[in-house]
């Protein structure tokens, strides 16, 4: 829309909610006392109760919003945040050059043998295809294809092109004693074409800024961590919707008791003194 991505957007939203979500707290700390776990949930259907319950949710479901706005932020804009975070400096690695046979046996053993004692192989990942690669492979060139027969070898081409680059390098992902989270935050990659060892990559030995930046996806998405975290987003999640109606709730309830006491007052005959 407009020329901007919907993950901006997404970032934006997330953002302002979290200030007016600071609004919310900045009014409600002189009336902290008032917190009671109970108004989590509507007692009653007095305008009381819709107004406890949306200050109570919204101080626990603040929480939420300042982790999966900032986390979603620090996603959308990938790049400050590395900066911020100094990762760029912590992926500075020298690459070793390892021959290995080419096989798969060898291959694990090499990734095995890259990891401290204790370390578990989660998950084993080609990488993504380039995105104009992709691109090229899904978008006819007119240019160069003037018929059918044509076109589709070109295509066939392009994406036997593309397949070679996806399996050229294979990712063990491993999770080694000391990764946050229980998350695969320690790596080995290795050239299938060449069998060759590329990289090994330690979350131990990561600086804290790579450590905290590696964890940011998995907090915001709720992918690779147990299933009790994505139970507890939609708990917040729920609790949110409840906390917003309560609101709207409360200020109908305020403002139809407003008008009654104001059309009681126009009422009544004036008096004269």
Same mark, same amino acid.
């Given at each position: =829309?407009?020329?901007?991505?919907?993950?901006?957007?997404?970032?934006?939203?997330?953002?302002?909610?979290?200030?007016?979500?600071?609004?919310?707290?900045?009014?409600?700390?002189?009336?902290?006392?008032?917190?009671?776990?109970?108004?989590?949930?509507?007692?009653?259907?007095?305008?009381?109760?819709?107004?406890?319950?949306?200050?109570?949710?919204?101080?626990?479901?603040?929480?939420?919003? %300042? %982790?999966?706005?900032?986390?979603?932020?620090?996603?959308?804009?990938?790049?400050?945040?590395?900066?911020?975070?100094?990762?760029?400096?912590?992926?500075?690695?020298?690459?070793?050059?390892?021959?290995?046979?080419?096989?798969?046996?060898?291959?694990?053993?090499?990734?095995?043998?890259?990891?401290?004692?204790?370390?578990?192989?989660?998950?084993? +990942?080609?990488?993504?295809?380039? +995105?104009?690669?992709?691109?090229?492979?899904?978008?006819?060139?007119?240019?160069?294809?003037?018929?059918?027969?044509?076109?589709?070898?070109?295509?066939?081409?392009?994406?036997?092109?593309?397949?070679?680059?996806?399996?050229?390098?294979?990712?063990?992902?491993?999770?080694?004693?000391?990764?946050?989270?229980?998350?695969?935050?320690?790596?080995?990659?290795?050239?299938?074409? @060449?069998?060759? %060892?590329?990289?090994?990559?330690?979350?131990?030995?990561?600086? =804290?800024?790579?450590?905290?930046?590696?964890?940011?996806?998995?907090?915001?998405?709720?992918?690779?961590?147990?299933?009790?975290?994505?139970?507890?987003?939609?708990?917040?999640?729920?609790? @949110?919707?409840?906390?917003?109606?309560?609101?709207?709730?409360?200020?109908?309830?305020?403002?139809?008791? +407003?008008?009654?006491?104001?059309?009681?007052?126009?009422?009544?005959?004036?008096?004269?003194?």
């Amino acid at each position: =829309l407009w020329g901007v991505e919907g993950k901006h957007y997404a970032a934006w939203v997330g953002l302002i909610a979290t200030l007016i979500s600071l609004l919310g707290l900045w009014l409600w700390w002189p009336v902290r006392k008032s917190f009671k776990a109970k108004d989590l949930v509507p007692r009653g259907r007095k305008r009381k109760h819709f107004y406890y319950n949306h200050m109570t949710g919204g101080v626990v479901v603040l929480l939420a919003i %300042l %982790l999966f706005a900032i986390t979603g932020a620090s996603i959308t804009y990938r790049t400050f945040t590395e900066q911020l975070l100094g990762v760029e400096s912590a992926k500075s690695e020298a690459k070793q050059t390892v021959s290995l046979d080419s096989h798969w046996q060898a291959w694990l053993e090499m990734a095995y043998a890259q990891m401290p004692a204790g370390a578990v192989l989660q998950q084993i +990942r080609y990488p993504r295809p380039p +995105r104009k690669a992709a691109e090229n492979r899904e978008a006819p060139n007119n240019k160069t294809t003037r018929s059918q027969t044509n076109f589709k070898s070109v295509t066939d081409s392009k994406r036997n092109t593309v397949e070679k680059l996806s399996e050229q390098i294979l990712t063990f992902q491993f999770h080694a004693p000391g990764d946050w989270l229980g998350l695969a935050g320690s790596r080995v990659s290795i050239d299938k074409q @060449g069998s060759v %060892l590329v990289n090994t990559s330690l979350h131990a030995d990561l600086s =804290l800024g790579a450590k905290v930046f590696s964890i940011l996806k998995a907090l915001h998405t709720g992918h690779d961590l147990p299933a009790y975290y994505v139970v507890l987003q939609l708990l917040l999640s729920l609790l @949110g919707t409840v906390m917003v109606f309560s609101g709207l709730v409360s200020f109908i309830i305020k403002k139809r008791k +407003r008008n009654q006491v104001d059309r009681w007052a126009n009422s009544q005959p004036l008096t004269e003194s």
